[in-house]
């Protein structure tokens, strides 16, 4: 349950130490609490005076008092440690996403992703500030009590210490068919966010071809066993918890009988045998505790575990080849690739990209179409360095400088990314436009607006640049958030490359015509990479490249393609035909 992982987290040790002394603290506060608690109780019993009871009673008004300062100030002392390991996690998760590329997202599944990303990493929070505390007490409050109960009588100590091991044993066992359970419940949890996600992607086309009813059931089995897994680890919890209970409840009552026998022998007196059985609950109240706490956190530890296993994924290498400062792309600049290949898993014989070869030149527009899935996206990833090519493979120069792959942190502080739909932070409007040059004036920011037409639509909020917009907020149509991205690419000229990912996919044609008049003047002075599948934007290329089954089977100019009976014709047809 506590994994060992957590103690190379920063910090941790440190407080783990201090944990531990406020452990033995607050151990011998639970000692002092029993003790003039049956002081106070003797002497009631033996008919003493009020008076003689105050002061008993005082001692452990005190001991009692510090017992629960002790607990506010480990958790008060924990929660900081807590929320910036999480928050530093939660940075290093997205850091690794964006390093690790659109590949590992469609590999392990966009719902996937987003349960580690965001609900796993609260789980996370949940299991550390529960866990660390729990075990520590664990661990060292029952040796301070079985020592104290030792010094009284021994026989009662030697039952409790031969007792607690049978039923950290017991609750071993059964913690093995949580944890399984639990393992189970997490995957399907994952299972089921990856439907959810890809249902809600793909409902307009589910509801055009008229399946959405038919998916339905898909989405209720899914559901359904995640809900029969859920009931499953609730079973083993409550059966846990019933077995923690009856046996901590029996061993106590043996202790009580052999304080009976004790008592009617004559060979312990009242008050240590009262002071034994008052503490005796304490002695399993921390492995209670932590059992009632085991099953809230398991799903915690998964998540944890999940996110140590996608920070240790190798990343891509040698990201400096190109330097450090961002690129400065010229009229005079080259791009070229050749014969490069790209897997999206290195077990599948047939790559995704296949034999690439190409040369950018300075301010090209360079149109990329295909049918879908003819590779159009990976090759706009593999472009902006988000996928690593097959290793010894083909070859890739930037200025005639070759570079192991384009995950270079001089190249991609160089180019701007719009892909089909643009990613808006949970922040003002003026944020969002601001995301490559947080430091830019407001000045600035408006006039990077107005250029890519968002000035009429700004009038209209109630804030204006300040209103917020992203997750949870004000709602942003698809052309708006293109808009919105095309203002982060004028707001900042020092980026001269532009990768489009069919930027204008899912807008209606009139959305896409006042759309494409701000685009074009973006095109201007820059190299552009652009996707896509609409007919009217190859005539604003300089050159096109035709992609068939991850490879590039035609590549010139419109008027050099138009000129032969090729790829680029054949799908010029179609696309003319489908309209």
């Known amino acids: 349950m506590f994994d060992p992982a957590l103690f190379k987290l920063p910090g941790m040790r440190r407080v783990t130490v201090i944990l531990s002394l406020l452990a033995v603290v607050e151990g011998i506060c639970i000692v002092l609490q029993a003790y003039y608690l049956s002081v106070a109780i003797v002497g009631l019993w033996h008919l003493h005076s009020l008076a003689t009871i105050v002061r008993p009673m005082l001692f452990f008004a005190l001991a009692w008092t510090g017992r629960q300062l002790l607990v506010v100030i480990k958790n008060r002392l924990m929660y900081p440690l807590v929320e910036k390991t999480t928050g530093d996690l939660r940075k290093q998760v997205m850091q690794k996403l964006y390093r690790l590329g659109p590949g590992y997202v469609a590999k392990t599944g966009t719902g996937n992703v987003v349960t580690t990303a965001l609900e796993g990493i609260d789980k996370v929070q949940t299991y550390l500030m529960l866990v660390v505390i729990k075990v520590v007490d664990m661990m060292v409050i029952p040796w301070i009590v079985l020592i ?16 607690f091991p049978l039923i950290i044993i017991f609750m071993i066992i059964l913690g093995y068919a949580a944890q399984a359970k639990a393992d189970k419940q997490y995957v399907g949890y994952q299972r089921m966010s990856n439907h959810f996600v890809d249902t809600l992607r793909g409902l307009p086309t589910l509801k055009q071809l008229g399946l959405s009813k038919r998916y339905a059931n898909n989405v209720y089995q899914v559901s ?9 680890v609730i079973k083993i919890a409550m059966l846990s918890t019933f077995a923690l209970d009856f046996f901590t409840t029996l061993s106590i009552a043996v202790v009580a009988v052999f304080l009976g026998f004790g008592l009617i022998n004559g060979t312990i007196t009242l008050l240590p045998a009262l002071v034994i059985l008052v503490l005796s609950p304490d002695y399993f109240l921390p492995l209670r505790t932590f059992a009632n706490d085991y099953h809230a956190t398991l799903n915690g530890k998964n998540a944890f575990t999940a996110v140590q296993e996608m920070l240790a994924l190798p990343v891509a290498t040698d990201r400096q080849q190109l330097g450090e400062a961002p690129l400065d792309w010229h009229e005079d600049s080259t ?15 047939q790559p995704a990209l296949s034999k690439l070869t190409l040369t950018a030149h300075g301010y090209q527009r360079i149109g990329i179409i295909g049918a879908s899935g003819s590779g159009k996206s990976t090759l706009i990833n593999l472009l902006g360095g988000f996928l ?38 949970h922040a003002t409007l003026a944020e969002n436009i601001a995301f490559y040059q947080p430091q830019a004036s407001q000045t600035a920011i408006e006039q990077a607006a107005n250029k890519a037409g968002l000035t009429a639509w700004i009038q209209t909020l109630p804030d204006g640049l300040a209103t917020p ?16 991205a095309l203002a ?19 807008l209606d044609i ?15 002075d820059h190299l552009v990479f652009f ?34 009976d090729g790829a680029y014709v054949r799908l010029r047809d179609e696309m003319v035909g489908a309209i």
Request: glycine fraction near 6%; avoid cysteine.
């Open 488 to 506: 982060r690419a004028f707001l900042d000229d020092s980026r001269k490359i532009l990768l489009f990912d069919e930027p204008t996919a899912h």
């Open 148 to 163: 104290y109960i030792a010094w009284l009588r021994w026989r009662e100590a030697l039952f409790l210490l031969a007792i």
């Open 335 to 349: 791009l070229s690739l050749q014969a490069v290949d790209f897997k999206y898993d290195d077990t599948v014989s």
């Open 469 to 484: 917009i992203g997750e949870g907020s004000r709602g942003v149509s698809g052309g708006q958030a293109q808009r919105i």
């Open 224 to 232: 359904e066993g995640y809900r029969q897994q859920t009931m499953a």
């Open 388 to 425: 690593t090519p097959v290793a010894d493979q083909g070859e890739i120069q930037v200025n005639g400088q070759t570079v192991s792959h384009l995950s270079q942190q001089a190249w991609q502080q160089s180019f701007f990314y719009i892909p089909q739909s643009p990613y808006l932070f």
């Open 510 to 524: 009139e959305t896409e015509a006042e759309l494409k008049t701000t685009i074009l003047p973006v095109l201007q």
């Open 531 to 564: 996707a896509t599948h609409r007919l009217h934007w190859i005539n604003q290329m300089d050159y096109v490249l035709v992609m068939d089954h991850g490879q590039i089977v035609e590549q010139g100019t419109p008027a050099e393609l138009a000129e032969h």
